[in-house]
């Protein structure tokens, strides 16, 4: 008792303050917190307690003249000076002295003799003493006092069971009267164990340890006092311990008596610190038992991982394993094979720290491990690692805003002070991220840790997205400032982080944006590293800052922020390799991606300043292509975004053109919206639209040249895509425009290409595929034909346009076997209607004909050539090229096309000045035999049409109008295939007649357009589609007005719509014959055809109906009984829908009645003014109507027709007044009367012409 009292008096027993277990080891704290002495925490966070570097030098020298062998006067020296410095600044001595001891791990008794008296001193002469150095100190003095040697003088009188029996007995007592933990009560455990270490009997030793190990259900003091004993025993009396504390163990696991929970885990508790301290305690002797030690720990930790107390006992005693694993000095030699386990507990220990509180050491203490594991061998294994840094990054990021942690209750009290502690759990973060780069310093493992912050960087949580940028900038100062990696290659994965925090620059949180700053500038630094442009370290580039940001928080340093994103993007393109400014490009692409309107200010300065300044360096532009191509995909990034990545691509082109192109060109088959988007951005000036046509020009014919078969014609497929888009594209309107002539040919011949290419496979299931999704969707066959008529429309060509539909051209076109029909056919338009384009096309034709190219383009272009000859302004061209030589050797060409082309060209009235007129000398022969009956009528026809295409529209005289007249007459013949062929025929007559020739003719064609307009509802389709185009002729004969409108509805519209138009066409621009029309139309009451017939009947109704007043002007009474009479015929019909209609408009014609009396009797009709009112309104319209740019229409017209909304009205002036009776009752019999008139055609000509008036039946052969 008296030995106990005597060691325990050593202690001044003064108040303690509960506090939190820490498990790595004395670090000088910034913020000391006391709730109850306030002023003490004033004086402790005064900076006059520290000692500065002059002071610390001097202390350090004072307490090392206290060795053994100085003299007792520099020793009074040295102590007088420490006390005097003591005297101003007690903590600091005190901290030195502490510092010293720690520093100093050999040191002589006598040595530690005097540093304990000064202690003693300066601790006499103090009024108050930190409670924590107060700790540390007591701490040293027991250790001073456990000493052998201490133990060892103690026990010489005293038997070994005496002294634990005392012992034991003071532990109880200790126990019922103080309820408090106590340093007194864990010396007495250390005393044991000292006497533990100094006995010689392994029995009373087991028996002992097991009496220890039993107290350990007392609670937590009795588990460390326990610890204390278990390593001092095992110092000297290791194997002895291990056995105790195993048996113990087991005993545990087997016991038949049942043990509350609270009872095991305090014995867990305790087991866990018994093996810390053992290892501690055994020194080197621990190495070969690291992983027994290793597998106790973790077994006993995960019976319940979940409780506060064993995760904090586990964690003490790993890092005591680890910090004598580390003492022994062969940390670099063992390999601890548990070490992936001991990671996976720590791992589970910070997964299981709640976010919304911070309350306990836990997440550092196991980050802080975790540190000191990175620094054994082996590595940690990658998928390790990464499960460890995601569940730190999630624990530490995810914590809730520090306002509300400070609302929180924190479990410990020494947490109050959140703030303090938030820096220590951040501080022990980044410390193990550190040391876990270190591991492995390679460029791979930041490029590793980076990719596992990004997510958390572009948060939408302002707290979670600046703890992110904060850590990535730290890490990045780290790497900057410690070592150097070659990012070379690493840096093309990590240039995606670049981008990142260059966008972050713009955050709208000052914070964040000063932290993102930093990061560009560390990777700049580390960039500079690379390329040895840092001299020093004191050297180091500084980004231009040109505003001060304040950060949110009270304490947080005033940040800076740069001018713009633009001005990093530029200082970093300047030190990237191309590789890696690529690399930059394309992480800005895939991070604009779903990122909000903050990211794009600055993604699109770094777009620019790249592009601007290095697009040169750029490389790989297909994928820079293909991340902007991605870009624009639905549902990927907004309408901002569309236009920052379309304004990127466009400052590629200056320099990479042809690389842009040939990228593009990969994702035109099929041409969809976001491909049509690149193609509508590269348009950015004419100029670039004409060098952008010319490369797709050439990629167009790369199949000429390439030998790889499907590449080639995967790339001019989509180059042919492209051109037709194009057409659609306004920015390329004027470039088409510019290089239409270069363009013709080639694209003429990529039909024939087309129609003959056996598409590969995958360009068929491409093709099927799209065809199924969109049945309406072009085929490439259908394209390429699509781009010709294109090219007609964008010239203005609408006449050629016509004249090609109405022939069907485009199918002859179509067609591989009559891919030559289908050319020439589309010059002899061009001829027919003397395009503008003829002379630039014959040029070009002709230029390729004197060229190296390939033969179907020379066949082609020879093709274009052959009918241009017959144009007068190809012929004024003819000089400048060598035509006759070339035709002349094509005669002995090994293809029969281009010889039977040759010839033809030969024979031409260009070189063969008298075949026009030996021609036209054998015309009437031909007129003759065909009318007299000598002839078959459909081969007569033919030869007459041939003959006219021969003559190269030279005019065949007067005889025209005969040739009319006759012509028109078998426009009623009962074969089909004479109709259509006797419209056509009348059509070339009438586009083919010289202006000398157009005032005889004009009457006929007046004549001819009402049957005209009537067959359009011909049965037989050839003759609808040749009244189409003659009618067409006649309105270009004779000069209407909209002829362009009435050709898109002839061509587009169904059938009734199109009669209407062309009702409407014809009677606005033949106002003054409509009473011609009227005389006509009763001929056509008893036609065959019943659709003739109907139409007949409705042109006669509607005319009626809305011309009234012109007729009443131009109709005499008699004329109007005559109708009158012809409708009460109509009335007793067979046929139903001719009843219908004369019934309705018998009304109409006695109104006519009525506006005709009044108008001989020189009355006003009160209803006229009326009528006319809003049909003038319409001319007025439709004056102002504009027509469409472009041939065929994308719609018809919305809307009813004109007639339909009954507002028709033309004025006709008054003539002569002849009855229907004098005008004739039948077209036929005009056309008689007519015929006979002619007086220039020759004697005997139309001698038999008159079997065929009756216009039923003509002469046949």
């Not at 490389?619 to 304004?647: F, H």
């Not at 799209?770 to 007609?792: G, W, Y």
């Not at 006449?799 to 076997?817: D, K, M, R, T």
Request: proline share 4%; aromatic share 6%; glycine share 4%.
């Amino acid at each position: 008792m008296t030995l106990c009292r005597r060691i325990c008096s050593v202690f001044k027993r003064v108040g303690h303050q509960k506090n939190r277990v820490r498990t790595h080891p004395l670090r000088e704290e910034t913020c000391n917190s006391s709730k109850d002495c306030p002023w003490q925490k004033e004086k402790a966070d005064t900076p006059e307690e520290e000692l500065n570097e002059n002071e610390s030098q001097v202390c350090f020298c004072n307490l090392r003249n206290l060795r053994e062998e100085n003299g007792p006067s520099q020793v009074q020296e040295s102590t007088n000076n420490l006390c005097i410095l003591a005297e101003t600044k007690l903590a600091g001595v005190l901290r030195a002295i502490c510092k010293y001891r720690h520093s100093i791990h050999k040191i002589s008794p006598k040595h530690r003799l005097r540093i304990n008296q000064i202690l003693q001193a300066v601790i006499r002469s103090a009024s108050h003493i930190d409670h924590k150095l107060a700790k540390v100190i007591i701490k040293l003095a027991a250790e001073d006092m456990l000493r052998t040697t201490f133990a060892e003088r103690l026990l010489i009188d005293v038997t070994d069971k005496a002294c634990f029996d005392e012992l034991n007995q003071e532990l109880r007592k200790v126990d019922q009267k103080c309820s408090t933990q106590s340093p007194e009560r864990i010396f007495l455990y250390q005393y044991c164990g000292a006497i533990l270490r100094a006995s010689d009997d392994p029995q009373l030793i087991q028996v002992q340890l097991f009496t220890l190990l039993a107290m350990c259900q007392r609670g937590a003091l009795e588990a460390k006092g326990i610890a204390a004993a278990c390593g001092l025993a095992a110092s000297r009396h290791m194997d002895e311990v291990f056995k105790a504390l195993d048996s113990f163990g087991r005993t545990l696991s087997t016991a038949e008596i049942p043990v509350s929970k609270t009872s095991q885990l305090c014995q867990r508790n305790t087991l866990l610190l018994c093996y810390g301290r053992v290892a501690l305690g055994i020194k080197e002797e621990v190495l070969p038992r690291v992983e027994f030690i290793v597998a106790r720990l973790i077994e006993y930790f995960l019976i319940d991982p979940s409780d506060l107390n064993l995760k904090k006992s586990f964690l003490i005693a790993v890092l005591m394993l680890l910090e004598a694993i580390t003492a022994t000095g062969k940390a670099g030699a063992i390999r601890l094979h548990p070490k992936a386990r001991l990671v996976e507990c720590l791992i589970v220990l910070i997964e299981r720290e709640p976010i919304h509180v911070l309350g306990s050491t836990v997440r550092q203490d196991a980050m802080y491990i975790a540190k000191e594991l990175s620094h054994l061998k082996p590595l940690l294994e990658p998928e390790k690692k990464s499960s460890l840094l995601h569940a730190s990054f999630k624990s530490v990021f995810c914590l809730a805003p520090m306002e509300i942690l400070e609302r929180q209750s924190c479990v410990d009290e020494k947490t109050s002070d959140i703030k303090a502690f938030y820096q220590q759990t951040v501080s022990c973060f980044e410390e193990m991220l550190q040391a876990l780069l270190l591991e492995n310093p390679q460029p791979s493992e930041l490029k590793h840790m980076m990719e596992l912050i990004e997510p958390w960087m572009v948060s939408k949580l302002d707290h979670v997205r600046e703890r992110a940028v904060e850590t990535a900038m730290k890490l990045l100062k780290f790497v900057a400032d410690r070592f150097h990696l070659d990012l070379s290659r690493e840096f093309n994965k990590l240039a995606h982080l670049a981008a990142l925090l260059i966008g972050l620059c713009n955050d709208r949180m000052p914070c964040i944006s000063s932290f993102a700053v930093q990061g560009v500038s560390c990777l700049y630094e580390i960039l500079l590293h690379r390329k040895g442009l840092r001299t020093s370290k004191q050297k180091k580039r500084k980004w231009p800052m040109k505003r001060s940001v304040k950060c949110q928080e009270e304490d947080s340093p005033a940040g800076q922020t740069p001018g713009s994103s633009w001005q990093i993007a530029t200082h970093c393109g300047d030190q990237l390799f191309s590789v890696q400014l690529t690399n930059l490009l394309l992480s800005v692409l895939d991070y604009l991606r779903g990122s909000g309107p903050e990211v794009l200010v600055a993604a699109e300065e770094v777009l620019s300043a790249v592009l601007q300044n290095h697009a040169m360096k750029v490389e790989r532009v297909n994928d820079v292509v293909a991340g902007i191509y991605m870009c624009l995909q639905p549902g990927q990034a907004s309408c901002w975004t569309r236009k920052v990545v379309l304004r990127a691509l466009t400052l590629m082109i200056p320099c990479r053109l042809e690389e842009v192109i040939q990228s593009c060109l990969s994702y035109s088959i099929p041409l969809n919206r976001q491909a049509n988007e690149l193609w509508t951005a590269m348009a950015s000036s004419s100029k670039v639209a004409v060098q952008i046509l010319h490369l797709l020009l050439k990629n167009l014919q790369v199949k000429d040249l390439s030998g790889d078969r499907e590449d080639s014609t995967t790339t001019s497929l989509a180059a042919m895509n492209v051109i037709y888009e194009t057409f659609h594209i306004p920015g390329y309107r004027a470039a088409l425009g510019e290089m239409h002539l270069q363009l013709f040919i080639p694209l003429l011949k990529q039909v024939l290409y087309v129609m003959q290419l056996d598409l590969p496979e995958a360009l068929k299931t491409r093709q099927d595929l799209i065809l199924r999704e969109n049945p309406t969707a072009l085929t490439f066959q259908s394209t390429s034909v699509e781009i010709v008529k294109s090219l007609f429309s964008v010239a203005g060509d609408w006449a050629v346009y016509a004249c090609i539909e109405f022939q069907q051209g485009w199918v002859v076109l179509s067609n591989p076997q009559h891919f030559l029909q289908g050319t020439r056919l589309l010059a002899r338009a061009m001829t027919e209607c003397n395009s503008a384009q003829i002379p630039g096309i014959f040029g070009e034709a002709a230029l390729i004909l004197s060229s190296e190219e390939d033969e179907l383009k020379k066949v082609t272009a020879l093709a274009l050539v052959i009918e241009f000859l017959k144009s007068s302004s190809a012929i004024k061209m003819m000089n400048r090229f060598s035509l006759r030589e070339h035709l002349e050797e094509g005669l002995a060409a090994p293809n029969p096309a281009v010889q039977d082309l040759c010839l033809k060209g030969l024979n031409s009235f260009v070189f063969q000045q008298g075949k026009v007129k030996s021609l036209r000398d054998q015309l009437p022969t031909m007129i003759n035999s065909i009318f007299s009956g000598c002839e078959d009528v459909l081969e007569g026809l033919n030869d007459i049409m041939t003959t006219l295409y021969e003559m190269d529209g030279q005019g065949i005289g007067l005889i025209s109008v005969d040739l009319a007249l006759n012509v028109r007459s078998f426009f009623e013949d009962e074969r089909a295939d004479v109709r259509a062929t006797a419209i056509s025929l009348f059509g070339q007559l009438v586009m083919r007649s010289k202006e000398t020739e157009k005032a005889l003719l004009k009457k006929e064609v007046v004549y001819s357009l009402l049957p005209l307009l009537l067959h359009l509802k011909d049965r037989e389709t050839t003759v609808a589609m040749s009244c189409k185009l003659t009618l067409l002729h006649c309105g270009v004969f004779l000069g209407w007005a909209h002829l362009k409108l009435m050709f898109r509805s002839l061509a587009w519209d169904d059938l009734r719509s199109c009669l209407v138009n062309a009702w409407k066409y014809l009677m606005r621009n033949n106002h003054d014959n409509i009473h011609i029309f009227i005389s006509q139309s009763l001929g056509f009451l008893h036609h065959a055809q019943t659709e003739i017939r109907n139409g007949a009947a409705r042109f006669m109704g509607y005319t009626l109906n809305y011309y009234s007043s012109e007729l009443s002007k131009n109709l005499e009474q008699e004329d109007l009984s005559h109708l009158s009479k012809v409708f009460q015929k109509m009335e007793s019909s067979s046929d139903t829908s001719m009843v219908h209609f004369a019934k309705n408009y018998r009304v109409v014609l006695q109104k006519l009645s009525v506006k005709r009396r009044l108008a001989g009797a020189g009355e006003k009709d009160p209803h006229t003014s009326d009528s006319n009112a809003p049909e003038n309104s319409l001319l007025e319209s439709d004056s102002r109507a504009a027509s469409p740019l472009l041939l065929p229409p994308d719609s018809p017209h919305a809307g009813r027709s004109m007639l339909e909304r009954g507002i028709l009205s033309l004025s006709t002036p008054k003539q002569a007044r002849r009855t229907l009776a004098q005008r004739g009752k039948q077209h036929s019999e005009a056309s008689e009367k007519e015929r006979t008139r002619s007086i220039e055609a020759p004697p005997g000509v139309f001698a038999s012409t008159s079997a065929g008036t009756d216009g039923k039946q003509s002469p046949r052969h």
